[in-house]
Every structure is written in structure tokens, then in C-alpha cells.
């Protein structure tokens, strides 16, 4: 048995006060060049972003009343302010990234997509335990160029907490549209989010783009090599803004909530001198807080922790290298492409004034039986490979040899029953497999038992998962969340019949 963590525990970085220096004196000269900053135009409602040193800032918020949320959500194209120029992307109205969404356990989410795209798109609840089917989180339907639609979705009284997000899902432009900036934060809080160490600790949402900075449509274009590589841009954004400063004090309590926005790029994630003491995992909150150096999120996962300042200073989080693999094909030169392979990138700045202990953690979360692992009825292989391309094709990926066939179902499995998987990767580049609506539960070497709905799948590699197809039926996908294999066809259908 081969059970794999995707939050890594390494040994503690070794501090590196040169390096650490050296980010800091670029972080303070970014700061004077570009005196802008980060601010809300009231009349427009953007954003406008300046490209460095900005202040850390988080889209509007949108929580629900009563136990309903609704609002529209309209997909454009648009210049987005960038210093004192723009660049192009896509924006939930006007702003990327889109609103953040919060509800409770038990509330209706009520979404109206208006698409002002010149291609089709929808919209996907990543991570949520809703229906897929009629007008839930439906990725087979697809929004034409000015069209829109109404989904609807019900969310369980017994849903667990945590971060989530929204993004389109229409096959064969998810990537583009991704990468371009749709994409928005979804908030569960239940009774664990009023803890007094959670509901005292000042809470951020980030979501991490690294989008293609330029002018024109045109930047949206990916050569077959980047589409097979998976596209990665050439800047880290914390929600549309480029290395952030965070402004906090010793003793206060930082809760980071992140989800890697990213359509291919990985993020191996550390913050100097300070360990990360995780809370939740991309599926819900686990037992009690564990700490680790450094995180591991591949495109689609989300990660919760604490961190605690207690002595003032300059701190860098960063976007440790990270080999995610690559095409390696070696035949007839251009195709070498580079691999996978992640510079590291200076992704924010925590700036701590004042000197004080740390503050205390919670001592306990979510109660550990609801994180054991069921027994399971049925075991499966999923098999992720790359084949064929000679001949100048591009390369197949493909799920158990088959590419996407949206007509096709790939999988059946029992409603209310539970599965174990086996995902094996037989190609060189790691691929994140991404489960709609059903989490599953995974035995992380570091957390211990932990839901996620997305798991990296180390290239060359397996891991195992179960799944409870709990309580909810119906017919969508897996798939991998480089999002260009995805359009490419590394995807698969899944029915559980009512
Ligand atoms: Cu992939």
C-alpha cells in the first residue's frame, strides 16, 4: 500500500538571512516605485492593482442571509488595471479574482451566470457536496456566447466547513478561462469556525493566479507544447495582486486560507522562520492543528493553517522550487521543452511589528470520527498515462487509455456505497486527479486521516483513496487539474444512479 502526502513535512528550512535580506530590500523598492498601492474605486467597484508591493487585499464578499445567497455573476473580457497601465483577462463582474462567496451548512447558493465571453463557459462548485445534476453543478451544460444560466444549488445541513471555490468547466477552454482570471473563493463556516482562537484570529483568503500578463486576446493563446507542458505564467498574483505585503502584529493570530487558482502551475509553499500549523486539508477541517514547514498544493487544492508572529520583521512567503516533471520526450530537439521544473518565486511579505508570544492554537477541531476511513465495498485502478504524439500530434492523456467522451460513462459505482482507488500515474509529469461532488478520504502520512477532492499523483507514482458516494446521485467527472490535460481530454465520466 502506497499512501501518499500531499502536504509535505520536511525538516524546517534553515533560515537564510542573506537570501532573506535581498527579498526584502526588492520588496521595499517595489513598494516606492509603485505608490498606488491597492484600492477600491468606489465608482467603478475594481480593483485597481499595483504589479509589486502592494498591500494585501481580498475580493468583495458575499455572505448569505437567512440561509440564502444569491447573486449573477457575468464573465468578460476586460482590460484590468495593472500600475499604470492594463493587462487583459477574464473578470466576474469586472473583478478578478470574482466575489467570495460565504454560506453555511444547510443554505440554497443561487448563481446567475451571464456570459459575456466570445466562447462557451458554466460554472463548477470545486470541492462542494451538491448535486450534479439539472441546475447544480452541472459541467455538462454549456453557457453560449451571450447566453446565461441559473444554478441552484442545496447545500447539506451536514456539509463540513472549509474553503472552496468556483470556476468554469466548459471541456476544451477551462484552461484559457482560468488562467485568464475566472475564478472566485467559496467559504463554508460552521460551529468550528466560532471557536475563540479561530473566530479571534484575523482570517485571509487567498487565491493564487499566475495568469498571462499582457494586452490583446492574444495572451489567452498556448502553443501544443505549453498546452501539453500545461500553461504557467511568468507572475505569482495573490488575489490579482503581485506580492503582497501582509501588515501584522507579534501575537496575533494569522488564519491563511489558500486555494491554487493556477491552471498548471504547482506551489511548494513556506514563510520564513515560521512553521504553518494546518487546520484543513482542500476537503475539510482535520482532528486538531499539525505543523509543518511547507506545503505542497497542486492546480485545484486548497489548504487552511495558522500562522504566529511573535518577533517583528520582514518575512518572506514563498514559492519553493518544485520538479513537477515533464514531457522529457528528447526526440528530434524543440520538444525538451524545460520539464516542469519551478523557480522559486517570492509570493508575499509578512511585515510583523512588535515582539510578543505566540498566540495559543485551538487544542481541538473537527471530532476525529468523522475522519475515519470506512471500510470499502468495491476496489478500482485508475490509470493516468500520456501516449501516441509521433508524427508532430500532440501527445493523448488520457484516464484508463481513453480520452474524454462526454456521451460515455467511464464509471459506475452504488449510491451510499464506498470504493477504494487506486490512482496510478504511469507518465513522467506528477497529475493532480480532481473527483467532482464525492471527497474521499486519504491517509496523509503527516495529518493523519484527511478529506480532500483533489490529490496530486506524483509522476511515476500511486495513492489510494476511498470514496463514500454518500447521499447525493448523479452523473459528472474526474479529471486531472493541470487544466490543459483536462481539455485535452485527461477526463472522465462517473454516474452513481439515484
Ligand atoms: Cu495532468
Same mark, same amino acid.
Given at each position: 500500500?502506497?499512501?501518499?502526502?500531499?502536504?509535505?513535512?520536511?525538516?524546517?528550512?534553515?533560515?537564510?538571512?542573506?537570501?532573506?535580506?535581498?527579498?526584502?530590500?526588492?520588496?521595499?523598492?517595489?513598494?516606492?516605485?509603485?505608490?498606488?498601492?491597492?484600492?477600491?474605486?468606489?465608482?467603478?467597484?475594481?480593483?485597481?492593482?499595483?504589479?509589486?508591493?502592494?498591500?494585501?487585499?481580498?475580493?468583495?464578499?458575499?455572505?448569505?442571509?437567512?440561509?440564502? !445567497?444569491?447573486?449573477?455573476?457575468?464573465?468578460?473580457?476586460?482590460?484590468?488595471?495593472?500600475?499604470?497601465?492594463?493587462?487583459?483577462?477574464?473578470?466576474?463582474?469586472?473583478?478578478?479574482?470574482?466575489?467570495?462567496?460565504?454560506?453555511?451548512?444547510?443554505?440554497?447558493?443561487?448563481?446567475?451566470?451571464?456570459?459575456?465571453?466570445?466562447?462557451?463557459?458554466?460554472?463548477?462548485?470545486?470541492?462542494?457536496?451538491?448535486?450534479?445534476?439539472?441546475?447544480?453543478?452541472?459541467?455538462?451544460?454549456?453557457?453560449?456566447?451571450?447566453?446565461?444560466?441559473?444554478?441552484? @444549488?442545496?447545500?447539506?445541513?451536514?456539509?463540513?466547513?472549509?474553503?472552496?471555490?468556483?470556476?468554469?468547466?466548459?471541456?476544451?477552454?477551462?484552461?484559457?478561462?482560468?488562467?485568464?482570471?475566472?475564478?472566485?473563493?467559496?467559504?463554508?463556516?460552521?460551529?468550528?469556525?466560532?471557536?475563540?482562537?479561530?473566530?479571534?484570529?484575523?482570517?485571509?483568503?487567498?487565491?493564487?493566479?499566475?495568469?498571462?500578463?499582457?494586452?490583446?486576446?492574444?495572451?489567452?493563446?498556448?502553443?501544443?507544447?505549453?498546452?501539453?507542458?500545461?500553461?504557467?505564467?511568468?507572475?505569482? !498574483?495573490?488575489?490579482?495582486?503581485?506580492?503582497?505585503?501582509?501588515?501584522?502584529?507579534?501575537?496575533?493570530?494569522?488564519?491563511?486560507?489558500?486555494?491554487?487558482?493556477?491552471?498548471?502551475?504547482?506551489?511548494?509553499?513556506?514563510?520564513?522562520?515560521?512553521?504553518?500549523?494546518?487546520?484543513?486539508?482542500?476537503?475539510?477541517?482535520?482532528?486538531?492543528?499539525?505543523?509543518?514547514?511547507?506545503?505542497?498544493?497542486?492546480?485545484?487544492?486548497?489548504?487552511? *493553517?495558522?500562522?504566529?508572529?511573535?518577533?517583528?520583521?520582514?518575512?518572506?512567503?514563498?514559492?519553493?522550487?518544485?520538479?513537477?516533471?515533464?514531457?522529457?520526450?528528447?526526440?528530434?530537439?524543440?520538444?525538451?521543452?524545460?520539464?516542469?521544473?519551478?523557480?522559486?518565486?517570492?509570493?508575499?511579505? +509578512?511585515?510583523?511589528?512588535?515582539?510578543?508570544?505566540?498566540?495559543?492554537?485551538?487544542?481541538?477541531?473537527?471530532?476525529?470520527?468523522?475522519?475515519?476511513?470506512?471500510?470499502?465495498?468495491?476496489?478500482?485502478?485508475?490509470?493516468?498515462?500520456?501516449?501516441?504524439?509521433?508524427?508532430?500530434?500532440? +501527445?493523448?492523456?488520457?484516464?484508463?487509455? =481513453?480520452?474524454?467522451?462526454?456521451?460515455?460513462?467511464?464509471?459506475?459505482?452504488?449510491?451510499?456505497?464506498?470504493?477504494?482507488?487506486?490512482?496510478?500515474?504511469?507518465?513522467? +509529469?506528477?497529475?493532480?486527479?480532481?473527483?467532482?461532488?464525492?471527497?474521499?478520504?486519504?491517509?496523509?502520512?503527516?495529518?493523519?486521516?484527511?478529506?480532500?477532492?483533489?490529490?496530486?499523483?506524483?509522476?511515476?507514482?500511486?495513492? =489510494?483513496?476511498?470514496?463514500? *458516494?454518500?447521499?447525493?446521485?448523479?452523473?459528472?467527472? @474526474?479529471?486531472?487539474?493541470?487544466?490543459?490535460?483536462?481539455?485535452?481530454?485527461? +477526463?472522465?465520466?462517473?454516474?452513481?444512479?439515484?
Amino acid at each position: 500500500m502506497s499512501w501518499r502526502s500531499s502536504l509535505t513535512l520536511g525538516t524546517m528550512q534553515t533560515p537564510n538571512p542573506t537570501r532573506r535580506r535581498f527579498l526584502g530590500f526588492v520588496g521595499a523598492a517595489g513598494a516606492s516605485a509603485w505608490l498606488a498601492g491597492c484600492f477600491r474605486d468606489p465608482d467603478a467597484g475594481r480593483i485597481t492593482v499595483s504589479p509589486n508591493g502592494s498591500s494585501f487585499a481580498e475580493p468583495e464578499v458575499l455572505s448569505s442571509e437567512s440561509g440564502r !445567497l444569491e447573486l449573477t455573476l457575468r464573465a468578460e473580457p476586460n482590460d484590468i488595471p495593472w500600475g499604470d497601465s492594463t493587462r487583459y483577462g477574464y473578470t466576474y463582474n469586472g473583478n478578478t479574482p470574482g466575489p467570495t462567496l460565504r454560506v453555511k451548512p444547510g443554505d440554497q447558493l443561487t448563481i446567475h451566470l451571464e456570459n459575456q465571453l466570445d466562447a462557451d463557459t458554466n460554472l463548477h462548485t470545486h470541492g462542494l457536496h451538491v448535486s450534479p445534476s439539472g441546475n447544480g453543478d452541472n459541467i455538462f451544460v454549456r453557457v453560449p456566447p451571450g447566453g446565461s444560466r441559473t444554478y441552484s @444549488y442545496q447545500i447539506p445541513a451536514d456539509h463540513r466547513s472549509g474553503l472552496f471555490w468556483y470556476h468554469p468547466h466548459a471541456h476544451g477552454t477551462v484552461a484559457p478561462q482560468v488562467a485568464a482570471g475566472l475564478a472566485g473563493a467559496i467559504v463554508i463556516t460552521d460551529q468550528i469556525d466560532e471557536l475563540p482562537e479561530m473566530a479571534g484570529s484575523t482570517e485571509r483568503t487567498w487565491i493564487l493566479s499566475d495568469p498571462p500578463i499582457g494586452e490583446g486576446s492574444g495572451i489567452l493563446d498556448a502553443s501544443g507544447m505549453d498546452r501539453m507542458q500545461g500553461r504557467e505564467g511568468n507572475k505569482v !498574483l495573490v488575489n490579482g495582486i503581485e506580492q503582497p505585503d501582509i501588515t501584522t502584529q507579534a501575537g496575533v493570530l494569522e488564519r491563511w486560507r489558500i486555494v491554487n487558482a493556477s491552471s498548471s502551475r504547482y506551489y511548494r509553499l513556506g514563510l520564513d522562520d515560521h512553521p504553518l500549523h494546518i487546520v484543513a486539508t482542500d476537503g475539510g477541517r482535520i482532528a486538531k492543528p499539525v505543523s509543518v514547514s511547507e506545503i505542497l498544493l497542486s492546480p485545484g487544492e486548497r489548504a487552511e *493553517f495558522f500562522v504566529r508572529p511573535s518577533k517583528p520583521g520582514s518575512y518572506a512567503f514563498r514559492a519553493l522550487e518544485y520538479d513537477r516533471g515533464g514531457m522529457g520526450m528528447g526526440m528530434g530537439g524543440g520538444m525538451m521543452g524545460g520539464g516542469g521544473g519551478s523557480e522559486e518565486l517570492a509570493v508575499a511579505t +509578512m511585515t510583523v511589528t512588535g515582539d510578543a508570544a505566540p498566540a495559543a492554537l485551538p487544542a481541538g477541531l473537527v471530532d476525529a470520527d468523522t475522519l475515519i476511513v470506512p471500510a470499502h465495498s468495491a476496489s478500482r485502478v485508475l490509470e493516468l498515462g500520456m501516449g501516441g504524439g509521433g508524427g508532430g500530434q500532440m +501527445m493523448s492523456f488520457t484516464i484508463d487509455d =481513453k480520452i474524454f467522451d462526454g456521451d460515455r460513462t467511464d464509471i459506475t459505482a452504488g449510491l451510499n456505497t464506498v470504493e477504494e482507488w487506486e490512482i496510478r500515474n504511469t507518465s513522467p +509529469m506528477d497529475h493532480p486527479l480532481h473527483l467532482h461532488v464525492w471527497s474521499f478520504l486519504v491517509a496523509d502520512e503527516t495529518l493523519g486521516s484527511v478529506w480532500k477532492d483533489t490529490i496530486n499523483v506524483p509522476a511515476n507514482q500511486s495513492v =489510494k483513496v476511498v470514496v463514500p *458516494f454518500a447521499a447525493i446521485p448523479g452523473r459528472t467527472v @474526474y479529471h486531472c487539474h493541470i487544466l490543459d490535460h483536462e481539455d485535452l481530454g485527461m +477526463m472522465g465520466v462517473i454516474d452513481v444512479p439515484g
